[in-house]
């Protein structure tokens, strides 16, 4: 393999791998808030792109960005309060089944709002045919735009919690919920927060991923799978863990390319989360708690 084809596929593997790492760690703030695996999480990411992409002319690129993100946090909460916050100390299994119907709902509503047909939004710098030589490789200008917002977007996350006094409370609520009550914090309000902000960040990430993915009205499932291939991998409820493993996944996609066909690109992601549950279901980072999932 030369050394263009190498950075050509690591490139490849690192923008999706951040794609993949922004699902997983939607997936974390869920999980670490409320103990459930939301498994609708694929859909915010849906959401952005194509909202985005049906806002382009009516607003600006980046006010359509915006508004994309807004509006799916709000989706996000009224998930939340509508499908979640009536429920009383549910199963695994409930929520998992739940949220699965959540995303099959979403799904639906989106084939009739939008059709079937796949969309996508402009390059945010040049065209298609743009592209940057780094290292005899040429890599589009969107590729960097994916990896550095995914990036600032994890560096923030990581700052709101361990900094902000919001952040410290939905870290409370993680670590021990009676005593955060006890503390005058209102679990519900957290809850739905961290609704929240999975929703903008997927969002995000399906603005973002759009000109070089493209958007459809069922791209969330195979996201969603691989999201919870690389929490899993990671580490559930890690988010640092969740970065390393996806930028692993990605990268063994995108080398995989070069040994069996394309089309054999998910099974991959499909084997390595059997092989996860089978041989160590706490993920490489993770602790014995994300073990329980094997049950399932």
């Known amino acids: 393999m030369t050394t263009e084809l190498f950075v050509q596929y690591l490139f490849a593997g690192i923008t999706y791998g951040s794609i993949y790492a922004i699902v997983a760690i939607g997936f974390n703030i869920i999980y670490n808030t409320t103990g459930i695996i939301n498994f609708a999480q694929g859909e915010f990411v849906m959401l952005g792109g194509m909202i985005a992409i049906s806002l382009l002319p009516l607003l600006p690129l980046p006010l359509a960005i915006a508004a994309a993100v807004g509006l799916t946090m709000i989706i996000g909460a009224l998930i939340e309060m509508i499908f979640i916050r009536w429920l009383k100390s549910p199963s695994v299994l409930r929520m998992i089944i739940i949220t699965i119907g959540i995303s099959i709902l979403t ?75 006890l503390c005058g914090i209102n679990p519900r309000n957290m809850v739905t927060l961290s609704f929240v902000l999975s929703a903008g960040m997927g969002a995000l ?37 969740a970065v390393v493993a996806g930028l692993l996944l990605g990268a063994i996609e995108a080398f995989s390319v070069s040994v069996v066909p394309l089309a054999f690109k998910d099974a991959i992601s499909i084997a390595i989360l059997l092989v996860i549950l089978f041989v160590r279901p706490h993920g490489i980072f993770g602790s014995g708690e994300a073990a329980r999932l094997k049950a399932f």
């Open 107 to 181: 799904r639906e509503a989106a084939v009739h709002i939008w059709g079937e047909n796949i969309r996508a939004l402009p390059y945010f710098v040049g065209n298609e045919i743009s592209t940057i030589g780094i290292l005899g490789a040429r890599i589009s200008p969107q590729v960097l735009w994916v990896v550095g917002v995914c990036g600032v977007m994890v560096a923030i996350l990581h700052l709101f919690f361990q900094t902000s006094s919001v952040g410290r409370e939905m870290r409370a609520c993680a670590a021990n919920r009676m005593a955060a009550i």
């Open 205 to 241: 990430a399906g603005c973002v991923m759009s000109p070089i993915t493209y958007s459809q009205y069922d791209m969330g499932t195979g996201l969603a799978i691989k999201g919870f291939t690389v929490a899993i991998l990671g580490g559930l409820g890690n988010s640092g863990g």
